[in-house]
C-alpha cells in the first residue's frame, strides 16, 4: 500500500474544507495521516479498476473507529461512499461505529442518511 498516494489523496480531499476553517497547513495535513497510518486497517477502495480512496477502520474497547474515509474527486457523488459504507456498517459486533468529520463538510450528509449524528464537537471536528 502506497502510503504518500494516500497522504497526497488527504490532502487534495481535506484542502477545501480546512482552508474555509481557516486550519489548512500543507505539512500538518500530510503529517497526521502518516503519524495515523495504520496498514493493517486500512483498505483501498478500487473504481473501475483504479484507486480512487481509503477507509481505515480501527478498533477500541468499547468503539470502532472509522477513519481516512477519503474517496479521489473524481469519485465523489457517485453513490461509491454508501456502496462502502453499505458494506462496513452491518456487523454483529454490539459496539457502536464513531468518526470525525469536519465542521461543514458535505460528507456530513452522508454519514447522516446512515445514523451518524454529532456527539461533540469543536471549531474544526464534529464526532
Known sequence: MDIEWLVELRAEVL??????????????????????????????????GADAGSISLREEQDARWIEHF????????????????????????PRSFKLNVLQGSPARRLYERFGFAACEQDEVDGV
Open 70 to 93: 477519503c474517496l479521489a474527486p473524481s469519485a465523489q457523488n457517485r453513490g461509491i461512499g454508501s456502496a462502502v459504507l453499505e458494506q462496513v456498517l452491518p456487523t454483529k459486533d
Open 15 to 48: 484542502r477545501a474544507d480546512l482552508a474555509r476553517l481557516g486550519a489548512f497547513d500543507e505539512h500538518r495535513v500530510r503529517e497526521r495521516m502518516r503519524a495515523a497510518f495504520r496498514p493493517q486497517n486500512t483498505q483501498v477502495i478500487v473504481v473501475d
